[in-house]
């Protein structure tokens, strides 16, 4: 299976990856952890991106594809495998279609994990956490309330909303990522790869649903 996962931000595609990975033996490929992994290794990619994550700002989408084409040109490329975060943007798609044609691998599916506006909002928008290091308990206000409101169950730490939590960065995000996203998902559809998966629900649900999309596909090479 190669399968490229699709989502708005706070649909569950990281919850998601890492458990298909798990069950399925996929290697769970995120553009962060490429990224990281080339600065480490200070590959060519990884020194010019390098000052961008210093500084906080966004790789360049060039870059980004660079990377992930070079990570594929390993000796030993991921045959069986999960994208999560790549391609974000009908450009990047294009990109990862050359870079799997010329290993002569195809994806097995794009799945699109649809939750809306207004849950992302909800979800992402009641979380907090505790800034002390070496905690760093996560808190939902309605879905998991620290004991008393605004502080950590575990060392009574004032809790903190990060920056990409708060409403108003949500809802900006969001804009972004349907502009993106209008075109990606045209350009899966119009390959046969796209399919919609509800994404509401528990965990074990929605992991139910992209399994069922997943083995309905079953005939197709993986």
Same mark, same amino acid.
């Given at each position: 299976?190669?399968?490229?996962?699709?989502?708005?931000?706070?649909?569950?595609?990281?919850?998601?990856?890492?458990?298909?990975?798990?069950?399925?033996?996929?290697?769970?490929?995120?553009?962060?952890?490429?990224?990281?992994?080339?600065?480490?290794?200070?590959?060519?990619?990884?020194?010019?991106?390098?000052?961008?994550?210093?500084?906080?700002?966004?790789?360049?989408?060039?870059?980004?594809?660079?990377?992930?084409?070079?990570?594929?040109?390993?000796?030993?490329?991921?045959?069986?495998?999960?994208?999560?975060?790549?391609?974000?943007?009908?450009?990047?798609?294009?990109?990862?279609?050359?870079?799997?044609?010329? &290993?002569?691998? +195809?994806?097995?599916?794009?799945?699109? $994990?649809?939750?809306?506006? @207004?849950? *992302?909002? !909800?979800? =992402?928008?009641?979380?907090?956490?505790?800034?002390?290091?070496?905690?760093?308990?996560?808190?939902?206000?309605?879905?998991?309330?620290?004991?008393?409101?605004?502080?950590?169950?575990?060392?009574?730490?004032?809790?903190?909303?990060?920056?990409?939590?708060?409403?108003?960065?949500?809802?900006?995000?969001?804009?972004?990522?349907?502009?993106?996203?209008?075109?990606?998902?045209?350009?899966?559809?119009?390959?046969? &790869?796209?399919? +919609?998966?509800?994404?509401?629900?528990? $965990?074990?649900?929605?992991? @139910?649903? *992209?399994? !069922?999309? =997943?083995?309905?596909?079953?005939?197709?090479?993986?």
């Amino acid at each position: 299976m190669r399968i490229i996962f699709l989502g708005p931000p706070g649909c569950g595609k990281g919850t998601q990856a890492q458990l298909l990975s798990q069950r399925n033996n996929l290697e769970h490929i995120g553009t962060g952890d490429i990224l990281r992994q080339a600065i480490r290794e200070g590959t060519e990619c990884g020194q010019r991106a390098q000052p961008y994550v210093q500084s906080g700002l966004l790789v360049p989408d060039e870059l980004v594809n660079e990377l992930i084409a070079e990570y594929f040109a390993r000796p030993a490329p991921p045959t069986r495998f999960i994208m999560d975060g790549y391609p974000r943007t009908q450009a990047q798609a294009v990109a990862f279609d050359g870079v799997l044609h010329s &290993l002569h691998l +195809e994806p097995t599916a794009a799945l699109l $994990i649809l939750v809306d506006d @207004a849950e *992302i909002v !909800r979800r =992402l928008g009641g979380r907090w956490s505790c800034p002390k290091p070496g905690c760093k308990r996560t808190y939902h206000t309605e879905s998991k309330p620290p004991r008393v409101p605004g502080f950590c169950d575990a060392d009574g730490t004032p809790l903190i909303q990060r920056e990409d939590d708060k409403v108003e960065t949500v809802l900006a995000r969001l804009v972004v990522y349907h502009q993106n996203t209008e075109k990606l998902i045209l350009h899966y559809r119009d390959q046969g &790869l796209l399919s +919609e998966v509800p994404g509401t629900g528990s $965990i074990e649900d929605v992991y @139910a649903n *992209i399994m !069922r999309v =997943l083995n309905s596909q079953a005939g197709q090479p993986c």
